[in-house]
């Protein structure tokens, strides 16, 4: 609630602090138990700064982060380390977040022996049944990353993550490095998964498609702030913040005749600098729709019913 992250700028000789990049200006969400909330936004709106704040590895500039009811924005690291367990990330590039130099089965079973769980044997099986439950097979325990294909990477990623049985995962791009034919397995296996473990899921992606596919609710930030979030099948019918609207006809679609009816929006000019946002709706500079009260005041992430909540003075209906 009310998440922040801002970096400071310093400069000059004494390295004074001179400004501020709001990656992240003030994001509330909840995601419910075994639920699928997606975050998406175009890069640098602050979506991963956001995971990596759940994750703690990065610390909030303000704000609070609730873990089943338990404040968590503050603990240390110390006090952070059990949690580990629970809250765990997939990281985006299967090619570099895995060692080359390690087997599978040591990296998959490194949170065994980091948390000092289990015998060497035990942890052989775990990591066994690990890679059977991620679709490669047990064989695989004493090959090398770079023998496997790039969908093949990823699984070995997840498999990791499962080591310690998570509640959370925060997944940040999970897809987005794999070929556009292995994204629908991968997508296909985190959603099986989370049928078979009722894990629950933040899934950070810039891609509308991938996050349509697996989620729940899904929440669409631009320059650090929230500005539509709305259950999946409502926010992909019925955008009603003009940004949701413009990513959203960016999307392919496959059917050409519903391609004919839908009207493509093309944003003008890039996303603003997060060290100098515009002032009022931070999207007033690219919207079509901007009137004057827009450049000066700032739209709040207002109820509109059905567990939508759309920040603009002049949202669709
Ligand atoms: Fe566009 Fe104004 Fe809504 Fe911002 S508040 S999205 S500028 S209409």
Redesign the pocket.
């Known amino acids: 609630t009310g998440l922040q992250k801002h970096f400071p700028v310093h400069a000059g000789l004494l390295r004074r602090q001179v400004a501020a990049v709001k990656a992240v200006d003030g994001v509330s969400f909840s995601v419910g138990k075994g639920e699928t909330l997606g975050l998406v936004g175009e890069s640098g709106c602050g979506k991963t700064t956001t995971g990596r704040m759940i994750m703690r590895l990065l610390e909030p500039t303000a704000g609070s982060i609730k873990f089943e009811g338990r404040e968590i924005s503050k603990l240390s690291q110390g006090q952070m380390r059990p949690l580990r367990r629970d809250i765990q990330m997939i990281f985006q590039d299967p090619y570099s977040s895995l060692n080359p130099r390690k087997t599978v089965g040591s990296i998959v079973g490194a949170p065994f022996h980091l948390q000092k769980i289990d015998t060497p044997q035990g942890v052989k099986k775990a990591v066994q049944e690990l890679l059977e439950l991620v679709g490669l097979s047990p064989e695989h325990y004493n090959r090398y990353p770079h023998e496997f294909s790039g969908g093949q990477r990823q699984r070995i990623g997840i498999a990791r993550t499962l080591a310690l049985k998570p509640k959370l995962i925060i997944a940040d791009e999970p897809v987005s490095a794999l070929d556009v034919s292995i994204q629908a397995q991968v997508v296909n296996l985190l959603e099986d998964l989370q049928n078979e473990l009722g894990l629950t899921y933040v899934v950070i992606a810039h891609d509308l498609s991938v996050v349509r596919h697996i989620s729940d609710r899904v929440g669409v930030m631009y320059l650090g702030r929230m500005?539509e979030i709305a259950d999946q099948a409502d926010l992909y019918t019925r955008p009603q913040?003009?940004?949701t609207k413009a990513l959203l006809s960016a999307v392919p679609i496959p059917d050409p005749a519903a391609r004919k009816d839908r009207e493509r929006i093309r944003l003008t000019g890039d996303v603003p600098s997060p060290l100098n946002p515009p002032a009022?709706?931070?999207?007033?500079?690219?919207?079509?729709?901007?009137?004057p009260?827009?450049?000066t005041?700032v739209?709040v992430l207002a109820d509109r019913g059905a567990g939508r909540s759309v920040?603009?003075?002049?949202?669709e209906n």
């Open positions: 500005v913040h003009p940004y009022g709706c931070p999207f007033h500079p690219r919207c079509w729709k901007a009137q009260k827009c450049a005041e739209p920040a603009c003075h002049f949202p």
